[in-house]
């Protein structure tokens, strides 16, 4: 069965500081990856979706950035940390050849203070 | 633009009392529409995808249902463990595989 992980799963760091946040996932090959962030009590909003390695589409222009260096890996980065970053940060897949459902990893909660 | 609304925002059940909850969606040729569980603090849980209006979908005390504009979620005889926010969301078939999501319904159930 698939698995996906993330971490780390508390994140407290200082405005202007850098962020590397990360996402695996088990037990599958050539997935679909997303980054998402989840303001306190509202929806989810999409930030990157990839369909392959170094492929990576930004859906909201910001100071994140996105990489896939191996097939089920994905990384969310930073250089310069806002106030505005804290969230809560979910990686999802999805099997690609139009598989549509997207499953969530546990998520990562970032204050930056 | 893909829209999608969520009502209520919250709701509160005593035990055992069955209610609906309502996901609205504007989108320009649905693929599919999904359901989700999400507990404080962790990652959303999936639990249907509908993908043409009249079709059903059940799961324990959930079942979901879809139209041409919206989609119920109905929960039977609820129980304190069903407590949490349930979320919605749509994938337009212009839309690759991204997903459209509602605000969320935070669903408490006492005993």
């Known amino acids: 069965s698939q698995t996906i992980h993330q971490w780390p799963a508390t994140l407290v760091q200082p405005v202007g500081s850098p962020l590397s946040l990360e996402c695996t996932v088990e037990?599958?090959?050539?997935?679909?990856l997303y980054w998402y962030r989840q303001a306190a009590g509202r929806g989810l909003q999409l930030l990157f979706y990839?369909?392959?390695?170094?492929?990576i589409s930004s859906e909201v222009p910001q100071n994140l950035s996105a990489s896939r260096p191996q097939d089920r890996q994905f990384i969310l980065s930073s250089k310069k940390l806002l106030l505005s970053d804290s969230g809560f940060y979910l990686c999802a897949w999805s099997p690609g050849q139009r598989r549509e459902t997207q499953y969530f990893g546990p998520g990562t909660r970032l204050l930056v203070l | 633009e893909d829209q999608v609304t969520q009502s209520p925002e919250a709701l509160r059940l005593q035990e055992g009392e069955s209610s609906s909850l309502n996901c609205s969606y504007t989108?320009?040729?649905?693929?599919?529409l999904f359901w989700y569980r999400q507990d404080p603090g962790k990652g959303p849980e999936f639990l249907f995808t509908l993908y043409s209006a009249g079709e059903e979908k059940e799961k324990e005390r959930l079942k979901a249902t879809l139209t041409k504009k919206e989609s119920f979620l109905h929960i039977t005889a609820p129980k304190p463990e069903d407590s949490a926010t349930y979320l919605c969301a749509v994938q337009a078939r212009n839309a690759g595989n991204m997903l459209t999501f509602g605000g969320g319904t935070r669903l408490m159930v006492k005993p």
């Open positions: 990839s369909v392959g390695i170094g492929q």
């Open positions: 037990g599958t090959s050539n997935p679909n």
């Open positions: 989108v320009s040729g649905l693929r599919g």
